[in-house]
C-alpha cells in the first residue's frame, strides 16, 4: 500500500520527479566518468613508464639496490639466466648492464648512461625498439654501433653515421673508452631518458667493459603482468638469497606515491563537488516536500502515522535515486566505455605531459565495472541521505498546523 501511494505521488508530481531525476542522473554521470577518467590517466602513466624502459620487474644483487656499485653486481649471470628459463610464468627475460660515462663528441662532452642489451630480447622487454626516431635498431652481431637518444644526439650535435667517443670505468674498475658508430636515434618523449642513454649490444659491452657474464640487473616481462606482485615474491624465494626481485611498484616507489598522492586530492576535489551538489539535492528536496505540507496533513488527520509518512517519502526518495543512479552509471559507463576504445587526445600538451612521465598526449579512460558500481552505490547513499532531514522537518508538523500551511 505505502508503496502504491510513493508511486502515485511520483506521477502525481511530473516535473518534481524529472528535475530530481535529471539533476542526480547528470551527478552520477559526472562522478562515474571523472573516475575512469582519473583511474585511467593513472593507469597510462604508470604504464608508459614502466613499459618505456624500466620493466615490470627486476632482478638484481642483493644489496645493488641500496647501494648501486660494481661491488654488487650479478657475477653470475648465466646461472640467472638458467633459472628464470624454468620459470612458466615469464614471458621473457633479458640482462642488463648500465654504466654512467661520459660521452664526447667533437667539442661537447655529456654525461650520461651507457647500457648494454640484449637487443632481441629487448624488443619485448621495453619500447626502446618501437621508440626508433631514425636510423636502424641494434643487432646482437654489432660492435662499436650505438643506438641513442635523439636529445643526447642533439647536446653533442652528432647524427646517424657520426661518431662519438666515451670514457668510463669497467666492471673491474679499470679505464674503458671506445669509440662508437651512431647507428640508430630513439626518441620515447621523456625528455631526461632521452638526454643521457645510449645503448649497446651486450657481447661487445662485455668485452670493452670486462663484464662477462656479468649483469646490473635483469628485466622480467611477466606472462600476466597484472601478477607481477606475486611473481616477484615466487622468484624472492626461488633465486637464492644473494639475489633481490622487485616488482615495478617497488622500482618506481616515488611514481606510485605521486599517484596515490594525486588520486586522494582528485577525491578530496570530487567529495568537495558532491558535498555541494547534495546540499543542492536537500535544499530542492526541502522546497518541494514543504510544498506538500497540507498534503502530509490531511493524511495526518486521515490517520496515517508520522512513521507511514516518513516511510512514504522515503520510498519516494529511493526510487527516485535507484532510477537516476541508474541511467547516470550507464551514461557516465558509456562514455568511460567509447573513450576507453577511443583515448581522449590532448595535442599541445606533451612538453607538461613529459614531466609526469607520460610519453603521449592520448589518455584512455579507464571502464572498470566494480568501480563504476561502486560510484552508483556512492550517489544513491548520498541521494537518499539528503532527503532525511527535509522529511524529518516536514514531518514534525501537527495535522492542524499542517492543514492550515500555506
Same mark, same amino acid.
Given at each position: 500500500?505505502?508503496?502504491?501511494?510513493?508511486?502515485?505521488?511520483?506521477?502525481?508530481? !511530473?516535473? @518534481?520527479?524529472?528535475? %530530481?531525476?535529471?539533476?542526480?542522473?547528470?551527478?552520477?554521470?559526472?562522478?562515474?566518468?571523472? =573516475?575512469?577518467?582519473?583511474? +585511467?590517466?593513472?593507469?597510462?602513466?604508470?604504464?608508459?613508464?614502466?613499459?618505456?624502459?624500466? +620493466?615490470?620487474?627486476?632482478?638484481?644483487?642483493?644489496?645493488?639496490?641500496?647501494?648501486?656499485?660494481?661491488?654488487?653486481?650479478?657475477?653470475?649471470?648465466? %646461472?640467472? $639466466?638458467?633459472?628464470?628459463?624454468?620459470?612458466?610464468? &615469464?614471458?621473457?627475460?633479458?640482462?642488463?648492464?648500465?654504466?654512467?660515462?661520459?660521452?664526447?663528441?667533437?667539442?661537447?662532452?655529456?654525461?650520461?648512461?651507457?647500457?648494454?642489451?640484449?637487443?632481441?630480447?629487448?624488443?619485448?622487454?621495453?619500447?626502446?625498439?618501437? $621508440?626508433?626516431?631514425?636510423?636502424?635498431?641494434? !643487432?646482437?652481431?654489432?660492435?662499436?654501433?650505438?643506438?641513442?637518444? &635523439?636529445?643526447?644526439?642533439?647536446?653533442?650535435?652528432?647524427?646517424?653515421?657520426?661518431? &662519438?667517443?666515451?670514457?668510463?670505468?669497467?666492471?673491474?674498475? $679499470?679505464?674503458?673508452?671506445?669509440?662508437? !658508430?651512431?647507428?640508430?636515434?630513439?626518441?620515447?618523449?621523456?625528455?631526461?631518458?632521452?638526454?643521457?642513454?645510449?645503448?649497446?649490444?651486450? #657481447?661487445?659491452?662485455?668485452?670493452?667493459?670486462?663484464?662477462?657474464?656479468?649483469?646490473? /640487473?635483469?628485466?622480467?616481462?611477466?606472462?600476466?603482468?597484472?601478477?607481477?606482485?606475486?611473481?616477484?615474491? *615466487?622468484?624472492?624465494? %626461488?633465486?637464492?638469497?644473494?639475489?633481490? $626481485?622487485?616488482?615495478?611498484?617497488?622500482?618506481?616507489?616515488?611514481?606510485?606515491?605521486?599517484?596515490?598522492?594525486?588520486?586522494?586530492?582528485?577525491?578530496?576535489?570530487?567529495?568537495?563537488?558532491?558535498?555541494?551538489?547534495?546540499?543542492?539535492?536537500?535544499?530542492?528536496?526541502?522546497?518541494?516536500?514543504?510544498?506538500?505540507?497540507?498534503?502530509?496533513?490531511?493524511? @495526518?488527520?486521515?490517520?496515517?502515522? #508520522?512513521?507511514?509518512?516518513?516511510?512514504?517519502?522515503?520510498?519516494?526518495?529511493?526510487?527516485?535515486?535507484?532510477?537516476?543512479?541508474?541511467?547516470?552509471?550507464?551514461?557516465?559507463?558509456?562514455?568511460?566505455?567509447?573513450?576507453?576504445?577511443?583515448?581522449?587526445?590532448?595535442?599541445?600538451?606533451?612538453?607538461?605531459?613529459? *614531466?609526469?612521465?607520460?610519453?603521449?598526449?592520448?589518455?584512455?579512460?579507464?571502464?572498470?565495472?566494480?568501480?563504476?558500481? @561502486?560510484?552508483?552505490?556512492?550517489?544513491? =547513499?548520498?541521494?537518499?541521505?539528503?532527503? &532525511?532531514?527535509?522529511?524529518? !522537518?516536514?514531518?514534525?508538523?501537527? #495535522?492542524?498546523?499542517?492543514? @492550515? /500551511?500555506?
Amino acid at each position: 500500500m505505502l508503496i502504491k501511494l510513493a508511486l502515485r505521488n511520483l506521477i502525481a508530481y !511530473k516535473k @518534481r520527479t524529472i528535475v %530530481t531525476v535529471l539533476l542526480t542522473t547528470i551527478t552520477t554521470a559526472l562522478l562515474v566518468f571523472s =573516475t575512469a577518467w582519473m583511474d +585511467g590517466s593513472h593507469q597510462t602513466m604508470i604504464k608508459n613508464a614502466v613499459e618505456i624502459y624500466p +620493466g615490470y620487474l627486476q632482478i638484481t644483487a642483493d644489496k645493488f639496490r641500496d647501494s648501486p656499485s660494481f661491488d654488487h653486481l650479478i657475477f653470475d649471470a648465466d %646461472t640467472v $639466466s638458467q633459472q628464470l628459463s624454468q620459470n612458466q610464468d &615469464i614471458a621473457t627475460f633479458g640482462a642488463r648492464f648500465e654504466s654512467f660515462v661520459l660521452f664526447s663528441a667533437n667539442e661537447k662532452s655529456v654525461g650520461g648512461m651507457l647500457t648494454g642489451i640484449e637487443p632481441e630480447k629487448e624488443q619485448q622487454l621495453s619500447r626502446l625498439y618501437s $621508440s626508433l626516431h631514425s636510423g636502424d635498431y641494434l !643487432k646482437t652481431t654489432d660492435t662499436n654501433s650505438a643506438y641513442i637518444g &635523439i636529445e643526447l644526439a642533439r647536446r653533442l650535435k652528432v647524427d646517424i653515421g657520426d661518431e &662519438i667517443v666515451f670514457i668510463g670505468n669497467g666492471a673491474d674498475y $679499470s679505464f674503458a673508452a671506445d669509440t662508437l !658508430k651512431i647507428k640508430g636515434l630513439f626518441q620515447t618523449g621523456l625528455y631526461e631518458f632521452d638526454a643521457s642513454a645510449a645503448f649497446i649490444a651486450k #657481447p661487445y659491452f662485455d668485452v670493452i667493459m670486462a663484464a662477462d657474464n656479468y649483469a646490473t /640487473h635483469f628485466i622480467v616481462q611477466p606472462k600476466h603482468p597484472e601478477q607481477t606482485v606475486e611473481l616477484a615474491a *615466487q622468484l624472492g624465494e %626461488t633465486i637464492g638469497s644473494q639475489y633481490q $626481485s622487485a616488482s615495478w611498484n617497488q622500482i618506481m616507489a616515488e611514481l606510485v606515491k605521486a599517484m596515490e598522492i594525486d588520486s586522494l586530492f582528485g577525491y578530496i576535489t570530487l567529495a568537495i563537488i558532491f558535498i555541494v551538489v547534495f546540499f543542492v539535492i536537500m535544499i530542492y528536496t526541502l522546497l518541494t516536500v514543504f510544498g506538500r505540507i497540507r498534503e502530509i496533513g490531511v493524511l @495526518r488527520a486521515i490517520g496515517t502515522t #508520522p512513521r507511514q509518512i516518513f516511510t512514504i517519502l522515503l520510498l519516494e526518495s529511493c526510487v527516485l535515486a535507484l532510477i537516476s543512479v541508474i541511467a547516470g552509471g550507464l551514461l557516465g559507463g558509456a562514455f568511460a566505455y567509447y573513450f576507453e576504445l577511443h583515448p581522449i587526445t590532448l595535442s599541445g600538451f606533451e612538453d607538461q605531459f613529459k *614531466q609526469y612521465g607520460l610519453a603521449v598526449s592520448a589518455i584512455p579512460t579507464a571502464f572498470e565495472p566494480w568501480t563504476i558500481l @561502486r560510484d552508483m552505490a556512492v550517489m544513491f =547513499t548520498l541521494s537518499v541521505l539528503s532527503t &532525511i532531514y527535509p522529511i524529518i !522537518k516536514v514531518n514534525r508538523y501537527k #495535522p492542524v498546523e499542517a492543514m @492550515r /500551511h500555506v
